[in-house]
């Protein structure tokens, strides 16, 4: 998250924003962070995303506490 944080502060950080819609679509266009070949793994955070994180809340529901 510390890599996206300031990824995100370093790309922005010219620009004065007004609301927080307006701050959010600007960093709704940043997407290419999450498409960026990972140095030393195999894939980027978007494919990493689906294959570990966005089947956890699905495997979650069906346990009981």
């Not at 600007?26 to 894939?43: E, H, M, S, T």
């Amino acid at each position: 998250m510390l890599v996206v944080e300031r990824w995100i502060l370093a790309r922005l950080r010219n620009r004065k924003f007004f609301s927080l819609v307006e701050l959010n679509q600007a960093i709704a266009l940043l997407v290419d962070l999450n498409q960026r070949a990972f140095k030393k793994l195999p894939g980027n955070r978007r494919s990493a995303f689906e294959q570990l994180d966005l089947p956890a809340p699905a495997a979650a529901a069906g346990q009981t506490l």
